[in-house]
């Protein structure tokens, strides 16, 4: 039986074209991952709500909050987190009363963890914080859905431009032929296009209008993204 054996490796059409079937299919899956990724940190930051408020509930049932001052000392770190909390005294029946508490992160799209208790009466009326941390300030730091719904952003607008890239590439390849001029616009190109990304240049129009300048050819329609 005779073996065929091939050693010219993949050209670099080939490798192109790979590359932008590997993206086109990449895509979609990122956006399973988006949605998962957000789902898990949201989930994250209800627990840890949840936890915040029962902690407070905790404190007030056992008597160790008994006023604004008490509950400013068992929020405090909770706040550093990036966490913050609202305590009101709804109702209050001799030596018992109604408190709803309402914790939420900071920066998050998501609803505030509420939870009612009947704890003993207190001088609390109403709570709530006295400086609420500024998301870019490092004490209110944390994972959070915004967090990871840019970094989720930002690798799915890379595969983009890959895509269009590899696409737009070969696009060159099949307009001028396969030639050393070809090979060294393609590289310009590439080279161009990852220093526009570095300098934070992620426009498709941008970067089309720059790669149709480095090869003289015009971006066709079908590649138009933007």
Do not use: C, R
Request: hydrophobic content about 45%; proline content about 3%; aromatic content about 8%.
């Amino acid at each position: 039986m005779k073996i065929l054996k091939d050693n010219k490796g993949m050209t670099l059409i080939e490798v192109l074209v790979s590359i932008a079937i590997f993206a086109i299919v990449a895509i979609p899956l990122l956006g399973i991952f988006s949605q998962s990724a957000i789902t898990s940190a949201n989930s994250k930051i209800k627990t840890k709500e949840a936890t915040i408020a029962q902690t407070i509930a905790e404190n007030i049932k056992a008597g160790i909050v008994k006023d604004k001052a008490d509950l400013a000392k068992v929020v405090t770190d909770f706040e550093k987190e990036g966490f913050i909390a609202y305590v009101e005294q709804q109702t209050s029946t001799g030596e018992v009363s109604q408190y709803q508490i309402k914790v939420g992160k900071i920066g998050s799209n998501t609803p505030m963890y509420t939870l009612y208790i009947m704890a003993p009466a207190t001088e609390i009326t109403s709570y709530v914080p006295v400086e609420i941390p500024s998301e870019e300030d490092p004490s209110g730091s944390g994972s959070s859905s915004n967090d990871v719904i840019k970094h989720v952003v930002d690798l799915i607008t890379i595969v983009i431009i890959a895509t269009w890239t590899a696409l737009f590439l070969v696009f060159v390849v099949i307009t001028l032929g396969w030639n050393e001029v070809t090979k060294t616009k393609i590289f310009t190109i590439a080279d161009t296009i990852v220093n526009m990304i570095k300098q934070g240049v992620t426009s498709l129009k941008a970067i089309g209008t720059k790669a149709s300048e480095i090869t003289g050819v015009k971006v066709p329609w079908w590649l138009k993204w933007w």
